[in-house]
């Protein structure tokens, strides 16, 4: 499903109070008596893409101008992608865009219920819409859209070499810039390896593992403190156990005292069994305050002031430390950075291999994409040729019988992202004329005939999906005009073709005739759009072609010109 505009309401815009465009996802055209506000329609549509504000098209009286259009839209598709990014919202395949501007000059656009710069608009319509008229900025005006409809154009022929081209771009492009990094900072990466080189020896020399800083702390602390240690253990054992040189007979240690509570509770249980548990518990009790006298015993002969011991073991943690100011903050951390450091000076001890590799590379890859662009040039000049006639010989059915268009090859000096081809349409208005790009070879007339005629051509590869047009028909008549509409109604097939003009012969082609009704309150004109069926056609046909709507002739050329664009169709 292709995106179309589906409807437009206009309110506050020049002559227009408010007016509803309900468009055909085919041709529509819109036409109206001079003064009624057609022109309108299109700078409408153009604000609602991101066109440029003018307060001076604000209606006289009103606060601001508004334009609102609903559009349909494929949903995953890339206009909804878009659209989504911005945090915008899309209901059932719709979506909402709307764009005011006020007495003041200030404007403001929403797109999918978000308020969006105006210039979020503009790049949108790249993939909605192609707006010609005479002071519009035209979308084939741009080179790159030009090459790109070219490539189009030129189909599958150009797809395989275009694509191999593509990818051995971006490999270049790759190489080159290792290549330049290489190169350019072999000062800044020769450094780099001496400071990696000078960290690792540093290492290497302490040596460090993993953990040693935390185990060398621990036993620090035990040899600076050797003698308090072993003074809490000596006191604690002499607490459970007793001190052994006491003859005073006390027997004030926990194990003696717990023995008394044991030897009381036992002499007394004939009296009582139930004092059996607990008699067993100050048993257990006893064991287990024994096992820790021994352990305290054994910890406090375990003790034993070092002081060599302990200048090895702060000599060695005042080692780690240095290393760690450095390079981590444990010796864990350490060694995974040397290791780190180590496979990054391979990678800058290789640079000169890699260089060399890299160089070869690159001259390889620059044959081959001279070959390739080659291969570019090749199949767009053919198809350039091609389209040229095809342009050509559409301009002389639209009454530019010596016109010719021309597509415009020139090599840039260096490989681009698709190609060294710069594409330029060019036009001559008569044999005698050079070639000149459109903006200058044509009239504004005639422009708007010559991308008529260019996107007939491009019609099925170009694919934007709506195309406006105003003045196509300007300096147009009889045959030639009927010629004109019948192009427009071969675009329509591809696409959506919305159409202001005031040639009956183009009208007769449309799917869907608007007309722009004016009515006069006093001094103040307004302006609507209103919907015609068959009658209604024939009689704004009539009044196009004889100027009264009631004109039974005029009837009759209208009910001609219906039946001729039906049987065309």
């Known amino acids: 499903m292709r995106p179309r505009v589906e409807e437009v309401r206009i309110q506050g815009l020049g002559v227009i109070d408010e007016a509803v465009l309900e468009l055909s996802p085919g041709f529509t055209v819109v036409t109206g008596e001079t003064g009624a506000g057609k022109t309108m329609v299109v700078t409408g549509l153009g604000l609602l893409f991101g066109g440029r504000a003018d307060p001076s098209r604000i209606r006289p009286g009103a606060e601001r101008a508004t334009v609102e259009g609903t559009l349909v839209v494929e949903p995953g598709g890339r206009v909804a992608q878009q659209v ?182 036992e002499g007394v249980l004939d009296h009582d069994p139930s004092l059996a548990g607990i008699a067993e518990r100050l048993a257990e009790a006893g064991y287990l305050i024994s096992d820790v006298a021994t352990d305290l015993a054994a910890y406090a002969e375990s003790i034993e002031a070092d002081p060599v011991r302990l200048a090895v073991v702060q000599e060695r943690r005042a080692a780690l430390s240095g290393l760690m100011r450095k390079y981590g903050d444990s010796a864990a951390a350490v060694l995974q950075w040397a290791e780190r450091a180590a496979a990054r000076l391979a990678e800058l001890e290789g640079d000169d291999t890699r260089i060399e590799e890299l160089r070869q590379e690159e001259a390889e890859l620059t044959a081959k994409l001279g070959e390739l662009a080659g291969e570019l040039t090749r199949v767009r000049q053919a198809a350039a040729e091609r389209f040229g006639r095809a342009v050509t010989e559409e301009l002389t ?42 903006h200058k070879g044509a009239s504004g007339g005639e422009l708007s005939r010559v991308m008529l005629a260019i996107e007939v051509v491009f019609a099925g590869a170009d694919p934007v999906p709506t195309f406006v047009f105003d003045e196509v028909d300007a300096g147009v008549g009889g045959k030639a005009a009927v010629e004109v509409g019948r192009r427009l109604a071969r675009l329509a097939r591809t696409a959506q073709v919305i159409v202001v003009t005031h040639l009956p012969q183009v009208a007769a082609f449309a799917d869907q005739h608007l007309v722009v009704e004016k009515s006069g309150d006093g001094s103040v004109v307004r302006s609507g759009v209103v919907a015609l069926d068959h009658e209604g056609r024939v009689r704004e046909l009539s009044r196009m072609l004889a100027g009264l709507e009631d004109s039974e002739l005029g009837k009759a050329h209208a009910e001609e010109l219906l039946a001729l664009a039906a049987a065309d169709k």
Do not use: C
């Not at 915008?88 to 764009?99: A, Q």
């Not at 268009?405 to 044999?431: I, K, N, W, Y």
């Open 84 to 265: 989504e990014d911005i945090g915008g919202e899309i209901e059932d395949g719709t979506l909402i865009i709307s764009r005011t501007v006020s007495a003041e000059g200030r404007s403001r656009a929403w797109l999918g219920g978000r308020s969006v710069p105006v210039g979020t608009l503009t790049y949108l319509a790249d993939d909605l819409v192609a707006v010609h008229g005479q002071m519009d900025q035209q979308r084939l005006l741009q080179p790159a859209r030009q090459r790109a409809a070219l490539d189009r154009y030129a189909g599958e022929e150009l797809v395989k070499p275009l694509r191999a081209y593509t990818q051995a771009y971006r490999r270049h492009k790759q190489v080159t810039a290792q290549l330049e990094e290489l190169t350019t900072r072999a000062r800044e990466r020769a450094q780099e390896a001496d400071l990696l080189r000078f960290g690792l020896e540093e290492i290497e020399k302490v040596a460090p593992k993993a953990g040693e800083d935390v185990e060398l702390r621990e036993e620090e602390e035990r040899l600076s403190h050797a003698d308090t240690l072993r003074t809490a253990a000596t006191a604690a054992h002499e607490a459970l156990l007793g001190d052994p040189m006491d003859t005073s007979g006390g027997n004030h240690d926990v194990v003696s005292l717990l023995g008394r509570a044991r030897a009381a509770v």
């Open 397 to 438: 059915a639209l009454a530019m019988p010596h016109a010719r268009v021309v597509v415009h090859l020139t090599q840039a000096g260096e490989f681009g992202p698709d190609g060294v081809d710069e594409v330029e349409l060019r036009m001559s208005a008569h044999p005698a004329a050079p070639p000149l790009p459109l």
